[in-house]
């Protein structure tokens, strides 16, 4: 089993949708957790934190599920600008203390 | 905000040749790792490092080498290219990985 699983899409969605991305973790030992954006040939820019079972932070929400190990961000109000890859990524528990990145969910938001 | 710099954006070199890619951060963090990133692969962890003179192997060291002289430069060293060294290399830094890494803008790097 892969440690972060994400379905890469793409999700093609119309300005204004919301949409949701979800994402599997194997260790349950992680104790935080992150959702970085990436754009096309750029770096990965932290776009929310997970340490307890959820956040927000305007549109954005994020949600964990530790029983499930599962993790989900919700965009609402879709715009142009966030059409990009979102990717998870626990932080290795126990021993393994380094960030563990998912291949990423390709966001493209259609005008 | 931390800032994490590399030293180039762009780089073409040619097969056999010796390699450096530089990294530095300004907010005096001990952990920084090197990143290269290959399209359906993901990000992928050459080499990091907790301290000063100290590296660890990460998943994929091979053909790689790293330095760190000092806390604020950590270098990734190719001894010598190969076509499939062709990837986005990525810095990142952080003071705590609870907190998460931030990244330097990445170093597209070609070998002919």
């Known amino acids: 089993r892969k440690e972060v699983e994400q379905d890469p899409g793409p999700f093609n969605v119309p300005e204004g949708a919301t949409v949701a991305f979800n994402c599997t973790y194997s260790n349950s030992a992680s104790q935080s957790f992150f959702w970085y954006r990436q754009d096309c040939r750029k770096e990965p820019k932290l776009l929310m934190s997970?340490?307890?079972s959820g956040n927000e932070d305007g549109r954005f929400t994020a949600q964990l599920n530790r029983a499930s190990q599962y993790i989900s961000l919700l965009i609402r109000d879709s715009k142009l600008s966030d059409s990009a890859t979102y990717l998870c990524v626990p932080l290795g528990g126990g021993a393994t203390n380094k960030l563990i990145f998912g291949t990423g969910t390709l966001l493209a938001v259609q005008p | 905000d931390v800032k994490v710099t590399q030293s180039s954006r762009y780089l073409v070199k040619r097969t056999g040749e010796k390699v450096f890619l530089e990294c530095v951060q300004d907010?005096?963090?001990?952990?920084m790792f090197w990143y290269r990133q290959d399209p359906g692969l993901g990000l992928r962890l050459i080499y990091f490092s907790y301290d000063v003179k100290m590296k660890e192997k990460g998943d994929i060291p091979e053909g790689y080498s790293v330095s760190r002289e000092k806390k604020e430069r950590f270098s990734l060293i190719l001894e010598s290219a190969s076509t499939n060294q062709t990837s986005m290399y990525l810095c990142?830094?952080?003071?705590?990985?609870?907190?998460?890494?931030?990244f330097g803008s990445g170093t597209r790097l070609t070998v002919v």
């Open positions: 990142a830094s952080t003071a705590d990985s609870y907190y998460g890494y931030t």
């Open positions: 907010m005096d963090h001990e952990n």
């Open positions: 997970v340490y307890s």
